[in-house]
């Protein structure tokens, strides 16, 4: 694989925060379509893990990072997320980061490899997101497709019995699915409606 994964995972933080942007107070706790978050912790997830791969681009050590960014205040969702979205651009702006090896939950990788990793992880949830508060808005199926191709190589079996894995076994896929529900339906997540 040889992609400069890059340009995709900005789009999916541009995606995200678009969607951050929509969320009201009243939702925060919210259910979500992973069964141990509410819309809360959903964020605190999505900002920890986005602050994570910023400081593996930066060349640190992003298992040193909690991938939660706690102590946010609940009208702060929107800035705190721009931040570490900034920050995770500016890390990986040195193209010999791509072929660096770099260590992430899943073990030793190529840069590119590992920021593909979290392009799968972002457009993960951002469905979990969209589907929480709603779908208010229309969501870029190219990167749904991108995700669903990374999870089909990284996580080839249906069947995931890994109490390590962050993914449930693969469900059916709605009939007539876009790529975010095949996308989530693949990851064993399900609508909450």
């Known amino acids: 694989m040889n992609i400069d994964p890059r340009p995709l995972y900005t789009r ?7 969607l951050v942007e929509t969320v009201r107070p009243e939702q925060l706790a919210g259910p979500t379509p992973c069964a ?3 819309v809360r912790t ?12 910023a400081v593996v681009g930066a060349g640190g050590d992003g298992m040193a ?6 102590g946010v205040e609940d009208d702060r969702w929107s800035a705190a997320y721009d931040e570490v979205r900034t920050e995770a651009r500016k890390s990986w702006a040195d193209d010999a980061r791509l072929d660096a090896l770099v260590t992430v939950p899943w073990g030793e ?19 979990d997101l969209s589907e929480s508060l709603g779908r208010p808005l229309a969501l870029d199926p190219e990167l749904a497709e991108f995700a669903l191709g990374i999870a089909r190589r990284v996580l080839p079996d249906e069947r995931r019995d890994d109490e390590e894995l962050p993914f449930d076994s693969a469900v059916p896929a709605p009939e007539g699915a876009d790529a975010y529900g095949r996308l989530a339906a693949y990851l064993g997540r399900r609508p909450l409606s």
């Open 109 to 127: 990788a190529p840069g590119r490899i590992a920021l593909s990793g979290y392009v799968m992880e972002a457009v993960t949830h951002t469905w």
């Open 12 to 18: 999916a933080g541009d995606q995200i925060a678009a």
């Open 36 to 38: 141990e978050f509410d």
């Open 65 to 70: 990072v909690r991938p939660f960014l706690d």
């Open 42 to 53: 959903l964020l605190s997830h999505i900002a920890g893990g986005t602050r994570r791969i």
